[in-house]
């Protein structure tokens, strides 16, 4: 059975850094796409960034796009959001998803086709 846990989540300055992981397990197939989501207070959840698992290609959405960073390490069966130059906006529960191959880049559009979720760690950015 495949799951997802999410670490690294914390509190950091404005135009700090943090570096959160999703560790997978139960992974019987390369041919998956993990995103990262987030949900801010009274807020929608949104898509930031997902990669495919087979070829680590990166996706990302225009609100993080040049200061994340999503990484996969198929040895470890993990993958890292380098979250760079942090605002408050970026403040929420950061959430990473398990779904079909296909979906690594419709992030967004496809939300409910992700299928496995993990509990979510909590980011703020605050001074």
């Known amino acids: 059975q495949l799951q997802l846990v999410e670490s690294g989540g914390g509190l950091v300055q404005p135009g700090g850094s943090l570096r959160l992981s999703c560790a997978v397990s139960g992974l019987t197939s390369e041919y998956i796409a993990i995103g990262w989501f987030r949900q801010a207070p009274g807020k929608e959840r949104e898509g930031v960034a997902g990669i495919s698992w087979s070829d680590g290609s990166p996706y990302y959405t225009d609100s993080v796009q040049g200061r994340f960073t999503i990484s996969r390490d198929s040895a470890k069966g993990t993958v890292h959001l380098q979250m760079n130059n942090l605002n408050p906006e970026d403040t929420g529960v950061y959430y990473c998803?398990?779904?079909?191959?296909?979906?690594?880049?419709?992030?967004?559009?496809?939300?409910?086709?992700?299928?496995?979720w993990g509990q979510g760690t909590q980011v703020t950015v605050s001074s």
């Open positions: 998803a398990a779904g079909p191959w296909w979906i690594a880049g419709t992030l967004n559009i496809h939300q409910t086709t992700f299928a496995t």
